[in-house]
């Protein structure tokens, strides 16, 4: 037993596979997830076999998983966030309790977070990412201008040491 490193705070199943051979690992097992960590025998003989994937080394996710998890993330993205309003964000990435499978990176609201959350998702490995929500002052993919903020330094400009007490002689900072 371990624990999961896509969803954290959640138990796992650790499977050690061969790390010079490449093994087909259910997400799950009887609704456990599954953590995978290529190994090799010895390690796992003498107790120093990693314990989580990451730990274990990198791995890398093939174009054609990367492309097909795109695919569920843009048919499914909408109606995650509809659904529950403590998501804010869905992406695709790797998934960290098995390195070679893409999973969909679901960023979910700390303070809002539902009791339950899946495990597998349109048949992808899910992600879960807890924060506080995000909030952006200025989108870069608008095609409008965006207005100057700061005035350029004239005469009656402050200057960088900006002295209140000497700007207004009346104010006291006791």
């Known amino acids: 037993m371990g624990k999961s490193s896509d969803h954290a705070g959640e138990g796992a199943v650790i499977i050690y596979v061969d790390e ?7 997400a799950l097992i009887e609704g456990v997830r599954t953590v995978v960590v290529p190994t090799d025998a010895r390690a796992v003989a003498l107790g120093v076999a990693p314990l989580t ?9 093939a174009a054609v998983a990367l492309n097909q998890a795109l695919g569920v993330k843009q048919r499914l993205a909408r109606s995650l966030m509809a659904q529950n309003s403590a998501f804010f964000g869905v992406g695709i990435g790797q998934s960290l309790d098995d390195l070679s499978q893409a999973a969909l990176v679901i960023y979910v609201d700390r303070k809002a977070a ?3 959350l899946a495990e597998m998702i349109g048949g992808l490995r899910v992600r879960y990412v807890f924060m506080d ?42």
Do not use: F, K, N, W
């Open 133 to 174: 929500r995000l909030h952006v002052t200025r989108s870069y993919a608008t095609s409008v201008a965006a207005r100057p903020r700061c005035l350029a330094r004239g005469a009656g400009a402050v200057p960088d040491a900006y002295d209140p007490v000497a700007h207004d002689p009346g104010l006291s900072l006791r």
């Open 53 to 61: 994937a990451i730990e274990a080394g990198s791995g890398s996710v």
């Open 114 to 116: 539902p009791a339950q």
């Open 20 to 26: 010079a051979m490449s093994a087909a690992v259910p």
